[in-house]
């Protein structure tokens, strides 16, 4: 069955660097575009970054333009969020969710499957 | 694009009809005709669910006591009879705009 399953979370210095990943099974995922949400404890949700599947499209979010990357490895399956000059205020449940494919869809797809999240925490 | 929901919280009596607003700063019509916009149930402790999408399609398994409806700027989710497995937080997202954006999420409690 399609499976998204985050990993890299964890307890992390303000300053510093961290980069969290999203495994993906059950689904070509080299034909996918991916995201990234994120989720403040106690907030809502937040988009955090889009990324097509041939990397060619991305496209971030203010709060973390300039600090973050997002990339993929289609021969592993797996989608990054490098974030870097790590803040309080990006402490969070980070998210993956899969988007649209190249070859259609329409928005029939986008955001259907999750991850289950991995907690990222800022703090010195 | 800046979504807005009211209520941020909705007490309901089982059995009882329930309805979100969501409101776009910009219309959610894409160039291609759709209106890319969707709704997600977030239980307590769980990934976001998604519920609809654009505006009125019912992802599988969802139950057909909701219903979305709306157009260019005005949406609005529905429950015909809530059921104790509703309560959650209720989010609309568009991305119909390359930047995508949720509203603040609508908190629906049992009285």
């Known amino acids: 069955q399609v499976q998204l399953v985050e990993s890299g979370g964890g307890v992390v210095q303000p300053g510093r660097s961290l980069r969290l990943s999203c495994a993906v099974s059950?689904?070509?995922?080299?034909?996918?575009?991916m995201y990234w949400v994120r989720q403040a404890p106690g907030k809502g949700l937040e988009w955090v970054a889009t990324?097509?599947?041939?990397?060619?499209?991305?496209y971030y979010a203010d709060s973390v333009k300039g600090r973050c990357t997002v990339s993929r490895d289609n021969s592993k399956n797996t989608l990054f969020l490098d974030m870097n000059s790590l803040r309080p205020d990006d402490t969070a449940v980070y998210y993956c969710?899969?988007?649209?494919?190249?070859?259609?869809?329409?928005?029939?797809?986008?955001?259907?499957?999750w991850g289950q999240g991995t907690m990222v925490a800022v703090s010195s | 694009v800046v979504m807005t929901q009211s209520p941020l919280s909705l007490p309901v009596t089982l059995g009882q009809p329930a309805s979100i607003s969501c409101r776009s700063t910009?219309?959610?019509?894409?160039?291609?005709?759709?209106?890319?916009l969707n709704w997600f149930q977030q239980r307590p402790g769980q990934s976001p669910r998604r519920l609809l999408y654009?505006?009125?399609n019912r992802d599988s398994g969802v139950p057909d006591r909701f219903s979305g409806s709306g157009s260019g700027t005005d949406f609005t989710l529905k429950i015909s009879r809530v059921e104790a497995e509703d309560i959650g937080i209720y989010y609309c997202?568009?991305?119909?705009?390359?930047?995508?954006?949720f509203g603040q999420g609508t908190k629906l409690e049992i009285k």
């Open positions: 969710a899969r988007g649209d494919p190249w070859f259609g869809g329409q928005g029939d797809v986008a955001f259907d499957v």
């Open positions: 990324l097509s599947e041939d990397e060619t499209t991305k």
């Open positions: 654009k505006v009125s």
């Open positions: 059950g689904f070509t995922f080299s034909s996918y575009t």
């Open positions: 997202m568009q991305n119909t705009h390359w930047l995508v954006s």
């Open positions: 910009e219309s959610l019509v894409h160039s291609d005709g759709n209106t890319y």
